[in-house]
């Protein structure tokens, strides 16, 4: 089964502060994405890659960075956190191709800015 | 922009009942059309997708039908049980690398 690994899973920051979520994934999918979830408003995304040195801006990408240094590994930076972006932000892998780009999610991390 | 709809935030039933979950799509391109399931402090994970026209899909008791037409891919199941408590959401995606995800519909299965 495909497998995508976040890092950290809990993560408690201070207003200001920069915040660094990291993802690896072991199934050599080229597309990448960050998601958040929040209670109403489902998930949405804040930035995806299509391959290694590629990002492109999602839905909500305000207040975010990515980076994708290679096939593996595509991180979600938050170069000043504030407190509207507390929230649990998932990180998914996927293929693109005739089967669909379905996607792969990891176990999520929980970001609190406090 | 491409965006996916479901009109129900919750939706409670007994056991035992039938449940369909709406979702409506819309995308410039012909889209796959997939169902998610989360349930409790778990990550999201596959439950069925399509992208034929009119054709049924089914896994583990759920279906769905994806009607070009109407741009919908309903969730249906005719028999609910307790487990099927969870979050759901729908997702499009174009064959290339954007998947977008509505805002999910919470089923509450109760006794």
């Known amino acids: 089964e495909a497998a995508v690994t976040q890092s950290p899973r809990n993560k408690v920051a201070v207003t200001g502060g920069k915040v660094t979520l990291s993802c690896n994934q072991t199934?050599?999918?080229?597309?990448m994405y960050w998601y958040r979830q929040d209670t109403g408003h489902g998930l949405r995304l804040i930035h995806y890659?299509?391959?290694?040195?590629?990002?492109e801006k999602g839905d909500i990408p305000d207040g975010y960075k990515a980076s994708r240094p290679s096939q593996e590994n595509f991180s979600l930076i938050l170069e000043l956190a504030t407190p509207s972006q507390t929230s649990v932000y998932f990180c998914?892998?996927?293929?693109?191709?005739?089967?669909?780009?379905?996607?792969?999610f990891g176990k999520g991390t929980r970001l609190t800015v406090v | 922009g491409d965006s996916v709809t479901q009109t129900e935030g919750l939706v409670t039933l007994t056991k035992g009942l039938p449940v369909m979950l709406n979702c409506t799509y819309q995308?410039?391109?012909?889209?796959?059309l997939f169902w998610y399931v989360q349930h409790l402090n778990e990550a999201p994970k596959l439950l069925l997708k399509?992208?034929?026209?009119?054709k049924r899909t089914e896994h583990q008791g759920f279906y769905a039908t994806l009607h070009k037409s109407s741009s919908s891919f309903h969730l249906q199941k005719s028999s609910v049980q307790l487990s099927d408590s969870a979050l759901y959401f729908c997702?499009?995606?174009?064959?290339?690398?954007?998947?977008?995800f509505g805002s999910g519909t919470r089923l509450l299965v109760s006794p």
């Open positions: 399509s992208s034929t026209d009119n």
């Open positions: 998914a892998s996927g293929a693109s191709g005739t089967g669909g780009p379905e996607v792969f």
């Open positions: 890659s299509y391959g290694a040195g590629s990002t």
């Open positions: 199934n050599n999918h080229n597309n």
């Open positions: 997702a499009s995606g174009t064959g290339g690398y954007k998947v977008v």
């Open positions: 995308t410039t391109y012909s889209p796959f």
